[in-house]
């Protein structure tokens, strides 16, 4: 079955980057996208960015871009989602979501990422 | 991109029907047939309920089914049942190659 394994939480101070991993098992790694979303405590779900994990290529939110960046390793069955200079406001759980269609249809576990000096 | 807007809630007794709105624009909602709806249960990941507007996911309860006409989709869950309650959240592929969801709904068994 499809698995979507995330890294671990992290805390972080403001100012800092963090990265988050990615695995994927269970079907081809390179057929499918791979979709970041984010959803702060109590809030709605955010859409960040997604990468094309054949071809490598990626598009980001406006909100985010220049602070947020998406790579994939085909040999690990792994992307990565890397968030720099970071703030309060980016206190949440990190999501990595299977695409195709038009839609997100197998999630991660989340990964709590903490800001916090 | 703003988010898609969704009631803040909705509430129904069990058997009974509840319908849920997501309007967008013309260049994300109105744009594609790319909309899907999640459920959302507290301290879980969401679930894709349906994807392409109306489309179920293997294991998805026919209970739950999708439309949209013009830039507004919609969520209908027929039959509540207390397992039902949760957070629903459309999102939509935009004219932008991006993704932009909707404001969530808190849906009531009451």
């Known amino acids: 079955q499809v698995q979507l394994l995330q890294s671990g939480a992290e805390v972080k101070k403001p100012g800092a980057s963090v990265r988050i991993s990615c695995t994927a098992s269970g079907y081809s790694f390179t057929t499918y996208a791979l979709h970041w979303v984010r959803q702060a405590p109590g809030q709605r779900l955010e859409w960040m960015g997604w990468i094309n994990a054949a071809s490598g290529n990626r598009q980001y939110s406006q909100k985010l871009q220049g602070r947020v960046s998406i790579t994939g390793d085909t040999s690990a069955s792994t992307a990565y989602m890397d968030l720099s200079s970071l703030r309060s406001e980016d206190t949440a759980v990190y999501y990595c979501?299977?695409?195709?269609?038009?839609?997100?249809?197998?999630w991660g576990q989340g990964t709590l990422v903490s800001v916090s000096s | 991109q703003s988010a898609l807007t969704q009631p803040p809630s909705a509430s129904g007794s069990p058997g009974q029907s509840v319908t849920i709105s997501c309007t967008g624009t013309?260049?994300?909602?109105?744009?594609?047939?790319?909309v899907s709806w999640y459920q959302q249960h507290p301290g879980e990941a969401p679930k894709l309920m349906i994807y392409e507007v109306s489309k179920r996911p293997s294991g998805v309860p026919d209970r739950f089914s999708g439309s949209k006409s013009g830039n507004t989709a919609s969520l209908t869950v027929s039959g509540l049942l207390a397992e039902d309650e949760a957070d629903y959240y459309c999102s939509s592929y935009t004219v932008s190659s991006t993704y932009v969801f909707g404001t969530g709904t808190k849906v009531t068994v009451l």
């Open positions: 013309s260049s994300d909602v109105g744009a594609y047939n790319y």
């Open positions: 979501a299977r695409g195709g269609s038009g839609t997100m249809g197998d």
